[in-house]
């Protein structure tokens, strides 16, 4: 299966058609975005950490509103809030934002959303998400939801078919899969059951590591015995996601190959990564931002799924275990960091 592919096989969900009439006669009937300046609108950014998806994310929103003809400072003011880290700053960050009149907010990522989300019931909230968000609690089902929120999941692990594949070209001699993962954690044990699942339904082995604590992981992973044919698979899993430094720098001494789900791993050290774009991300929550200061509800408008994933490879991590990243993936990636 080629990379293009494999991108087409990213299943991108619609919303049926009589959802989408009202929104076309609402259109129909929307004054365009320059009368809308009498009335400015203010958007909260809620996020728990800014990292580099956070910040493609902020970017493609604000770069898609810019593009519908709104600017900033006036008739769009941005209130940011970034909790550096720290999960407990969250909640007063998300009371801050409504202290400050703002007409939405937007969150990236769990923390950040369920925060916005203790904080008012109101206030429209606008995600993006790179998982699924059923799975993690966000939405009880995609036509089950807080009346107030709506955004953009990637539903991750619907991409482990195609991550396991890239691999699976990536290292042709690949035989066994190493997963590391929260075992306290429900949302990271179901991830690894599908993922496990997945893995030998395509002829592979899996292995997996259910720790309790950082310092379990990194001794886990420390003391690793790596044969050929092995590299670590990761699912989405918040502790094993913080240690990411100490598995790539660990992985390149062991001559692991490491398949992450997200560019900014690999950036960071991974061999390679294939998930969702968060610039376009970003854009398609801009686009569900502008229909809700034009009146439109939220509960009435779809969480859309990421219209974009992208595959990233690392060239210099590839030279270092040894292996010899394929000249068509090479020429197909979104990016190679050299």
Avoid: C
């Avoid at 009439?21 to 609108?41: E, K, N, R």
């Avoid at 800014?50 to 493609?56: E, H, L, N, T, W």
């Avoid at 003809?69 to 409504?98: D, H, I, V």
């Avoid at 690392?314 to 979104?334: E, W």
């Amino acid at each position: 299966m080629s990379l293009e592919q494999i991108k087409r096989s990213v299943p991108i969900s619609k919303p049926p058609v009589w959802l989408r009439l009202p929104v076309i006669v609402a259109l129909l009937f929307t004054a365009p975005v320059g009368t809308l300046a009498q009335t400015p609108a203010r958007v909260g950014l809620l996020v728990q950490e800014m990292g580099r998806g956070q910040s493609q994310a902020i970017k493609g929103l604000t770069e898609e509103l810019k593009r519908l003809g709104y600017r900033e400072r006036k008739n769009l003011f941005f209130e940011t809030r970034n909790a550096k880290g720290n999960r407990a700053a969250l909640q007063p960050a998300a009371n801050e934002l409504l202290g400050k009149n703002v007409h939405l907010i937007f969150t990236t990522g769990t923390s950040a959303t369920r925060a916005a989300m203790a904080a008012t019931k109101n206030i429209p909230i606008v995600f993006v998400y790179p998982g699924n968000p059923i799975g993690a609690g966000l939405i009880k089902s995609e036509d089950e939801r807080a009346k107030n929120l709506t955004g953009v999941a990637a539903y991750a692990d619907q991409t482990t078919e195609n991550r396991l594949t890239l691999l699976k070209e990536i290292v042709p001699e690949l035989q066994t899969i190493l997963i590391f993962y929260d075992i306290n954690n429900s949302f990271a044990r179901d991830s690894f059951t599908r993922a496990e699942r997945a893995a030998k339904g395509n002829g592979l082995q899996v292995t997996g590591y259910g720790v309790k604590s950082a310092d379990e992981l990194k001794t886990t992973v420390a003391s690793l015995r790596p044969e050929n044919g092995t590299a670590i698979f990761q699912v989405a899993d918040e502790l094993v996601e913080a240690e990411a430094d100490f598995i790539f720098a660990t992985a390149r001494q062991k001559k692991l190959a490491t398949m992450f789900n997200e560019e900014s791993w690999v950036i960071a050290g991974a061999l390679a990564a294939y998930g969702p774009n968060y610039f376009a991300m970003g854009g398609q929550a801009g686009r569900l931002a502008d229909r809700i200061f034009k009146g439109e509800k939220p509960e009435l408008l779809p969480i859309e799924r990421s219209a974009k994933f992208d595959l990233t490879l690392n060239y210099r991590t590839a030279r270092f275990i040894g292996v010899n990243l394929p000249a068509a993936l090479l020429k197909d990636a979104n990016k190679v960091i050299r």
